[in-house]
T-cell receptor, first 115, second 112 residues
Framework: AQKVTQAQTEISVVEKEDVTLDCVYE???????LFWYKQPPSGELVFLIR????DEQNEISGRYSWNFQKSTSSFNFTITASQVVDSAVYFC????????????WGAGTKLIIKP | NAGVTQTPKFQVLKTGQSMTLQCAQD?????MSWYRQDPGMGLRLIHY???????DQGEVPNGYNVSRSTTEDFPLRLLSAAPSQTSVYFC???????????FGPGTRLTVT
């Protein structure tokens, strides 16, 4: 069965610290996609990144970076020099075996950045 | 929100009442779906559609109906509301060949 585990329910750091959000997934598919979404306190869901299972290159976008490791079935997300505006709930998701359109979601990690 | 609108933003229902949550898009995306989000949980897929006239069930379809008569609209119907359906409902759209999904602002539903 497919599953996404975000073991960190809540993380609290002081502004400017680096923070890593963990995501571990389970799937029998050989081709799949992984996603990260951000949900700020206002409630909307903001797409951050999509990663194809065949592309294990790490990706960096400004202060955000993602580390995809198939060997450990992990897709971790790091925020460098965190800012208060990064405070949000972050979700990791996996494409469903039946359809890439369907997503299996982790429970989310609430990130609190203290000034 | 990539041209996805949801109405209403908030709704309170009594047990047994019916209602329709509206979702509309102006992006001409083929794929539309409904998720519910409950506290401490990730989103769960209710129903989805890969094009006009085509719908299918997701993970938690019971108590909900959908139809897709046009590309633009994908309403979600609650037939007889129950307190267990208290949740935040998100509509999402996606484009064929690109499985990024873009979400509407959500509808917060309370059933008393």
């Amino acid at each position: 069965a497919q599953k996404v585990t975000q073991a960190q329910t809540e993380i609290s750091v002081v502004e400017k610290e680096d923070v890593t959000l963990d995501c571990v997934y389970e799937t029998r598919d050989t081709t799949y996609y992984l996603f990260w979404y951000k949900q700020p306190p206002s409630g909307e869901l903001v797409f951050l990144i999509r990663r194809n299972s065949f592309d294990e290159q790490n990706e960096i976008s400004g202060r955000y970076s993602w580390n995809f490791q198939k060997s450990t079935s992990s897709f971790n997300f790091t925020i460098t020099a965190s800012q208060v505006v990064d405070s949000a709930v972050y979700f990791c998701a996996l494409s469903h075996e039946r359809s890439n359109y369907q997503l299996i979601w982790g429970a989310g990690t609430k990130l609190i950045i203290k000034p | 929100n990539a041209g996805v609108t949801q109405t209403p933003k908030f709704q309170v229902l009594k047990t047994g009442q019916s209602m329709t949550l509206q979702c509309a898009q102006d992006m001409n995306h083929e794929y539309m779906s409904w998720y519910r989000q409950d506290p401490g949980m990730g989103l769960r897929l209710i129903h989805y559609s890969v094009g006009a006239g085509i719908t299918d069930q997701g993970e938690v379809p019971n108590g909900y109906n959908v139809s897709r008569s046009t590309t633009e609209d994908f309403p979600l119907r609650l037939l007889s509301a129950a307190p267990s359906q208290t949740s935040v409902y998100f509509c999402a759209i996606g484009r064929s060949g690109n499985n990024e999904q873009y979400f509407g602002p959500g509808t917060r539903l309370t059933v008393t």
